[in-house]
């Protein structure tokens, strides 16, 4: 096996759609081993859907492509002839991604794919899902590994043509150190407060939010109906944060409006990574209801943060990860009076809450952002010595 004879790592390019919180968190634990020279590359500086303000891509090596024609020619080169390397792409739906992945292939050269549970049930035109269809079963196969995010993941991949061998479980994973050096901080700490305080939560009531992008596959609906039946029936003042932006805004507001809600419910807008920490700070319960979701960055988040997560059924996270009753709770995706019976019983029994937390915290200890790192590390260095023994 052939390594990078600056420092002895194993270098590791990575291509993904753009920096976010997350992606960085982990490129970062990447870059900081030892053992790994690691190298980003990014597709786009951000979307609709994720207008971060907060600076990105720092503290690892990463290039933003610059396609001509639809492909980066000089990292299509780089492919091509670093071939005692180890690609990780994470994206196979746009040309300069394939490209790469088919140079790979073509020098039969290290490559692996990594992607979220594929969402197969997204409505497409009948000849661009045929076309879809029989690409990927004949890519899937031809690739070395295939990262999937989770149990859910790993199932759609496999029906997709994927075999068993390539299928490893690469969920996303957690710093656990975030909350408790962001719950340090004075000013995320009043911030909590007056989020609480906006939604008459402050003394003993008990604050719900509903974070996301607001669309309609995110079911935020379900949860304020959920909301507005256990507020009734509480002897306790119940309020709600929504953390997130998007095209559902309005349709929620007035929602919202409809329910008699206004006073204790909040719509935040979008939330950069200090204004999050303040509001998984203020929780007490998320509720993620979305009725479509490859794994749910949410579920996990709230894990790590010690609060209480009640998920619908259909996310990957909430298979993965939620035991119902003890770290969490789950409830089939759309039935209101479900989530809402979860959610009164939770407001009866308040005791229960940081008992749940407290078990949620420890299944995010057992996915570190570190364990990530070695599953990573651990198949490139499986892959190469098989290519190059």
């Not at 990780?88 to 794919?113: E, F, N, Q, S």
């Not at 979860?342 to 364990?371: N, Y």
Request: proline fraction near 6%; hydrophobic fraction near 45%.
């Amino acid at each position: 096996m052939s390594v990078n004879q600056a420092g002895g790592a194993i270098r590791i390019h990575q291509l993904h759609k753009l920096p976010t919180p997350y992606t960085d968190m982990f490129f970062r634990a990447l870059q900081e081993h030892p053992n790994i020279d690691l190298h980003v590359y990014h597709l786009w500086r951000g979307s609709w859907r994720r207008p971060w303000k907060t600076e990105l891509g720092l503290g690892y090596r990463n290039t933003y492509m610059r396609p001509i024609g639809g492909i980066d020619w000089r990292l299509l080169k780089t492919a091509w002839c670093d071939v005692d390397s180890f690609f990780v792409v994470g994206d196979w739906a746009h040309l300069p991604t394939v490209a790469v992945i088919l140079a790979r292939c073509l020098r039969r050269a290290p490559v692996a794919i990594w992607t979220d549970a594929p969402q197969e049930e997204v409505k497409r035109p009948l000849v661009k899902k045929w076309l879809r269809s029989k690409f990927l079963k004949w890519l899937l196969p031809k690739v070395d590994i295939v990262f999937g995010t989770g149990k859910k993941a790993l199932r759609v991949l496999l029906g997709m043509g994927a075999r068993p061998a390539q299928l490893i479980n690469l969920p996303y994973l957690v710093d656990l150190h975030q909350p408790v050096e962001a719950g340090r901080k004075q000013i995320i700490r009043k911030k909590a407060q007056e989020l609480r305080e906006r939604i008459g939560c402050d003394g003993k009531g008990i604050a719900f939010s509903l974070i996301g992008t607001l669309m309609k596959i995110k079911g935020q609906e379900v949860g304020l109906e959920a909301f507005a039946r256990c507020r009734r029936e509480a002897d306790i003042p119940l309020g709600l944060l929504i953390a997130g932006e998007g095209p559902e805004r309005q349709n929620l507001e007035s929602l919202v409006n409809d329910l008699g809600l206004d006073k204790s419910v909040a719509f935040l807008g979008w939330q950069e990574p200090e204004e999050m920490d303040a509001v998984y700070l203020a929780t007490d319960i998320v509720v993620h209801p979305a009725r479509v979701e490859p794994h749910g960055l949410v579920i996990l988040e709230t894990m790590n943060w010690s609060k209480v997560i009640i998920s619908s059924d259909s996310c990957g996270a909430s298979e993965d990860r939620v035991i119902h009753g003890l770290n969490g709770f789950s409830f089939p995706s759309g039935d209101v009076d479900e989530l809402a019976r979860i959610m009164l019983d939770l407001v009866h029994h308040p005791s229960r809450l940081p008992e749940v937390g407290a078990q949620a915290r420890k299944t995010a200890e057992a996915w570190p952002v570190a364990r990530g790192v070695e599953i990573v590390l651990e198949q490139a260095q499986k892959v190469l010595l098989k290519a190059y023994k």
